[in-house]
């Protein structure tokens, strides 16, 4: 049973930056696929990130269309952590943020175990 620990959310402002913390235990990190996704208010859970690694192609990273070139998703195997580093937020990007391990696809139908998440509000 693998449980995830999500960190380093908060009110940040429009343009600004944080980085997202994900701790692993219990499991075999390493055999997951782990994704980001986010929840904002009247709406559905959407992807964000994930990130693979297979043998033949190595690692393998993949954002959603709104945070590619912003967004930046990587793991530390060593340390069983994910990060997502998000640079020039947006209002928009306001949202509760959740780490998942899985099948490392970009639907949540696909992930096993979930963090609690964390909040991140981007406002002036």
């Known amino acids: 049973q693998v449980q995830l620990v999500e960190s380093g959310g908060g009110l940040v402002q429009p343009g600004g930056s944080l980085r997202l913390s994900c701790a692993a235990s219990g499991g075999t990190f390493s055999t997951y696929g782990m994704g980001w996704f986010r929840q904002a208010p009247g709406k559905e859970r959407e992807f964000v990130a994930v990130?693979?690694?297979?043998?033949?192609?190595?690692?393998?990273?993949r954002y959603a269309d709104s945070v590619k070139g912003r967004f930046t998703i990587s793991r530390d195997y060593a340390k069983n952590t994910l990060y997502l580093q998000m640079n020039s937020l947006r209002p928009e990007d306001t949202a509760v943020y959740y780490c998942a391990a899985g099948r490392g696809t970009s639907s949540g139908d696909d992930y096993n175990y979930w963090g609690q998440g964390t909040q991140v509000t981007v406002d002036s």
């Open positions: 990130i693979t690694w297979s043998g033949v192609s190595g690692v393998t990273t």
